[in-house]
């Protein structure tokens, strides 16, 4: 019997739900994605704050088990369907590894080119001066370690790759220039090249300045 596809509750230009989306389709997995329209104010509405008190996307209705935040879920479908441990390794130094990124992907980058892109995207007047320094900073850490590696916690691609991706690879839609960091670039073409891959979606005309 054919299981019945996870559904993602998820706003469409949202890099934490482009991460469990990627995920999803990296591991095979059938999925129905439902949008919540934030301007009407869905994600505050009782029967979404049944799933997620926090009114937050992304959520997940795996046939009935229901998880939220973008990172819980990702180690959840990796935990339950990567019936090969690539995407989360079992070995301790290697999971610390992996959450050292997800830290980052919350942090540095979630308060640096993700901060200052959602200041473009919805016309905020907020200065975007720190934010923009942030994402430098983190993305002259990942130049680093992807000096030394493929991926950022190991050799081959992990869930500190699949978090971290979205809001790098968009980073310029927040004037967080890429050109500087070509380690980065090439990181961003080999997450790209993974079969499987789904791209973030395309921002529409008008909202990115």
């Given at each position: 019997?054919?299981?019945?596809?996870?559904?993602?509750?998820?706003?469409?230009?949202?890099?934490?739900?482009h991460r469990?989306?990627?995920?999803?389709?990296?591991?095979?997995?059938?999925?129905?994605?439902?949008?919540?329209?934030?301007?009407?104010?869905?994600?505050?509405?009782?029967?979404?704050?049944?799933?997620?008190?926090?009114?937050?996307?992304?959520?997940?209705?795996?046939?009935?088990?229901?998880?939220?935040?973008?990172?819980?879920?990702?180690?959840?479908?990796?935990?339950?369907?990567?019936?090969?441990q690539r995407?989360?390794?079992?070995?301790?130094?290697?999971?610390?590894?992996?959450?050292?990124?997800?830290?980052?992907?919350?942090?540095?980058?979630?308060?640096?080119?993700?901060?200052?892109?959602?200041?473009n995207l919805?016309?905020?007047?907020?200065?975007?001066?720190?934010?923009?320094?942030?994402?430098?900073?983190?993305?002259?850490?990942?130049?680093?370690?992807?000096?030394?590696?493929?991926?950022?916690?190991?050799?081959?691609?992990?869930?500190?790759?699949?978090?971290?991706?979205?809001?790098?690879?968009?980073?310029?839609?927040?004037?967080?220039?890429?050109?500087?960091?070509?380690?980065?670039?090439?990181?961003?073409?080999?997450?790209?090249?993974?079969?499987?891959?789904?791209?973030?979606?395309?921002?529409?005309?008008?909202?990115?300045?």
């Open positions: 019997m054919n299981r019945p596809p996870i559904r993602l509750y998820r706003h469409p230009l949202s890099g934490h739900c469990v989306e990627l995920l999803l389709s990296l591991l095979g997995l059938p999925c129905e994605t439902i949008d919540i329209d934030f301007m009407k104010r869905e994600q505050k509405a009782p029967s979404f704050l049944a799933m997620n008190p926090f009114g937050e996307v992304p959520v997940i209705d795996d046939a009935g088990t229901i998880v939220h935040d973008s990172n819980a879920i990702l180690v959840y479908l990796a935990r339950r369907y990567d019936r090969d995407w989360l390794p079992q070995d301790a130094k290697a999971q610390a590894a992996v959450q050292v990124w997800f830290s980052a992907a919350a942090g540095q980058i979630a308060f640096g080119p993700a901060s200052s892109r959602v200041c919805f016309g905020r007047g907020d200065d975007k001066s720190d934010a923009i320094a942030l994402g430098h900073r983190v993305l002259a850490v990942m130049e680093g370690e992807l000096g030394r590696r493929a991926f950022l916690a190991a050799a081959t691609p992990t869930l500190a790759d699949i978090a971290s991706y979205g809001y790098i690879k968009v980073a310029p839609e927040g004037d967080v220039d890429l050109a500087p960091y070509a380690n980065v670039r090439a990181w961003l073409a080999r997450v790209e090249a993974l079969p499987g891959f789904v791209p973030m979606p395309r921002t529409p005309v008008g909202l990115a300045a």
